[in-house]
């Protein structure tokens, strides 16, 4: 995978957004929107929902870049973290609203149906090269990458669905994602 050469340093890129650098801001946004667009899909399953969702993301991104600790990781392993939690608290406040019987209600075929007619694409993590690179994980952590990331699931609920001890699921999430990100370097 090839990066674009318009990312200079993810350094002196996080130095621009803790200045509050818009232009940066707005680089960030047209870079990664995409890609975290894709895991809150995944998740919530509602176009319309994702996309609020994606931009209550980025500004919970702008208002906590004081917490982003590059020690603990890169700013999109970061960003992926924010937007998937975003995403696992909307569905769950979802559930706990009672169900509306007017509310809308579609099937993939359906939403296929309006995607052709509207010419509108999904972007999705094969486009942006992520499905490519969890791929080439070792098996048992491309299959908690997949629940917990792209699925949506708790580690909790992860461990239960595959019957693993809650650590496991830990130790093996947190060195997919150090694979992962040797993986990107790359």
């Known amino acids: 995978m090839k990066r674009q050469s318009s990312l200079v ?7 621009k957004l803790t200045q509050r650098d818009e232009q940066a801001f707005h680089w960030l946004y047209d870079q990664y929107s995409p890609a975290l667009y894709g895991v809150v ?3 919530v399953r509602d176009e319309e929902h994702a996309q609020d969702l994606v931009q209550d993301i980025f500004v919970k991104i702008w208002k906590n870049l004081d917490s982003y600790d590059a020690s603990k990781g890169r700013l999109f392993t970061w960003m992926l973290n924010v937007a998937r939690n975003t995403a696992i608290d909307a569905l769950r406040a979802q559930k706990t609203q009672p169900s509306s019987s007017n509310a809308i209600r579609t099937d993939e075929d359906n939403v296929h149906i309006v995607d052709r007619q509207h010419h509108t ?3 999705n993590s094969d486009y942006i090269g992520v499905q490519e690179v969890v791929n080439q994980l070792r098996p048992e952590r491309k299959q908690l990458i997949d629940l917990v990331y792209f699925g949506g699931y708790t580690h909790e609920e992860a461990a239960d ?7 496991t699921v ?17």
């Open 41 to 43: 899909l995944r998740i």
């Open 161 to 167: 669905k595959l019957n693993l001890p809650l650590g």
């Open 121 to 123: 694409e999904q972007p």
């Open 9 to 15: 340093s993810e350094s002196i890129l996080i130095e």
């Open 170 to 186: 830990k130790t093996r999430i947190r060195a997919a994602l150090q694979e992962l990100k040797q993986l990107f370097k790359s």
